[in-house]
């Protein structure tokens, strides 16, 4: 069983700042990818933010200049620091992690945490 335990939404104002964090535990082999998402109701949830298997990292367009992805590997921990935030940055953001739960099989899964809202709002 693995579980991803995202941390650190909340209320904050345009041109705020917030860090969110993933925090992965359980069953956990080896972890080949991890990012962000987020979703806004009504609509598909979109990549904002991940570390390929190869450790590049990928941003949205929307995104970029103002969001970092970071991780500690050791702590099996995702972040992301997210700046001069904007209204349309409100949604609710989710952490994906792509692994492997055992050394026998080579299966890679996909895992979802449970989300944390954040909200841009004046």
């Known amino acids: 069983q693995v579980q991803l335990v995202e941390s650190g939404g909340g209320l904050v104002q345009p041109g705020g700042s917030l860090r969110l964090s993933c925090a992965a535990s359980?069953?956990?082999?080896?972890?080949?990818?991890m990012g962000w998402h987020r979703q806004v109701p009504g609509k598909q949830r979109e990549l904002v933010a991940q570390f390929s298997s190869g450790g590049s990292t990928n941003y949205a367009d929307s995104v970029k200049g103002r969001f970092t992805i970071s991780r500690d590997n050791a702590k099996n921990t995702l972040y992301l620091q997210m700046n001069n935030l904007k209204p349309e940055d409100t949604a609710v953001y989710y952490c994906n992690a792509i692994l492997r739960t055992t050394s026998i099989s080579t299966a890679r899964y996909s895992y979802w945490g449970q989300g944390t809202q954040v909200t841009v709002s004046s």
């Open positions: 359980g069953s956990i082999f080896s972890i080949y990818g």
